[in-house]
């Protein structure tokens, strides 16, 4: 099992960044994709973005696209998601999540979480 341990988050106002940075232990992540999810107050927990083992393919939903970026140093087991110009609707605890495969990365290909980091985007 993976110890995933989320950090970066915190209160910004809109237009503000924010690094979020995923420290995993226990094993090497090298050969799992990586990413986050995100839950919003009253909603489910759905996919921000992720990336495949070797960093070479990445994912973002149509909310976030253009505006984050995430990547992965496998030397140092660590996932960061960038988040620019954020906006209010990204509100939400967002988790770092390690598929039990190396590319296909959704819910259900979970095989461990981390315990989530609150992000506030509000003036």
């Known amino acids: 099992q993976v110890q995933l341990v989320e950090s970066g988050g915190g209160l910004v106002q809109p237009g503000g960044s924010l690094r979020l940075s995923c420290a995993a232990s226990g094993r090497t992540i090298s050969s799992s994709a990586m990413g986050w999810f995100r839950q919003a107050p009253g909603k489910e927990r759905d996919v921000v973005s992720s990336?495949?083992?070797?960093?070479?393919?990445?994912y973002y939903s149509d909310s976030v696209k253009g505006r984050f970026t995430i990547s992965r140093d496998n030397a140092k087991n660590t996932v960061y998601l960038q988040m620019n110009s954020l906006k209010p609707e990204d509100t939400g605890v967002y988790y770092c999540?390690?598929?039990?495969?190396?590319?296909?990365?959704?819910?259900?290909?979970?095989?461990?979480w981390g315990q989530g980091t609150q992000v506030t985007v509000s003036s």
């Open positions: 999540a390690r598929s039990r495969f190396g590319t296909s990365y959704y819910e259900r290909s979970i095989a461990d």
């Open positions: 990336i495949n083992w070797s960093g070479v393919t990445t």
